[in-house]
């Protein structure tokens, strides 16, 4: 089997169904109804894959402080891997309706364990309906795995360490959310409407072609470099609104082949929790 690290084309994974080493996970997720693909998942999914929740599997929404989808221990992650039927030596594809977002999460949460072999289908599942693929209905009897890893030290970044980052001016901030979001002009899901000074603005939605699949790696990598304006990627912080979001740009530099960026887990929501630290709005400078 062919291995995959960012995206896999849906042709590509047609090409791979029904291998031993291949596992599929459904992460369909809507904000604003988080039941919503669970309910979504047994009506029609890619054969073969199994459900993966952003509240349930991917967070733990029972830790306080720490945004609104704070990252899971790893013990409890690696659980939630091996209900899923997935092991270290399994290549991973993970999908959701369209634009890659949740998946992203996904494929971030296992690089954090060192998995590698994992991918984001482009196009998520309209691509795969459009090439006509394989669906199937109901719940998947799964073989229950092990999953034993660690979260790699340093990959996720802290409150703190960014405050400090961002006072000693080293580090580049980039925030995924929408423009309207990241100016302040609205903000839809959490207290505090703004952004946090020194940030500069890369909704994730302009990684999409169209708004439908990623586009070129070269076109990824020149619209990023001229955003970091000389920075490593690997002195790069990402972040979002609960640090879903900014891992689609962690994918897109990834495949542009700027990797190296660390993602805030917290971002905004955890950051405009405590109305002691500083907020801009508008427009970045």
Sequence with gaps: MTEWN????????????GGAQLAIVDCRFDLRDPSAGGRLFPLGHI??????SLDADLSDLSKTGRGRHPLPDVERFCLALGRMGITPQHQVVAYDGLDGSIAARFWWMLNLLGHKRVAVLDGGLEA?????????????????????????????ITTAVLAARMASGDALLIDARSRERFRGDVEPLDPVAGHIPGAKNRPFAD?????VGFKTALQLRLEFERLLGGKSPADTILMCGSGVTACHNLLAMTHAGLP????????????CSDRSRPVERGDAT
């Design 6 to 17: 960012t995206l896999i084309s849906a042709a590509e994974l047609q090409a791979e169904l």
């Design 47 to 52: 054969a073969g894959a199994s459900y993966a």
């Design 128 to 156: 795969w309906i459009r090439l006509g693929g394989a669906m199937t209905t109901g719940s998947p009897r799964v073989r229950q795995r092990e999953y034993k890893a660690r979260y790699q030290s340093g990959q996720v």
């Design 207 to 211: 990684n999409l072609n169209a708004g």
């Design 260 to 271: 190296g960026a660390r993602v805030y887990a917290g971002s905004w929501s955890e950051w």
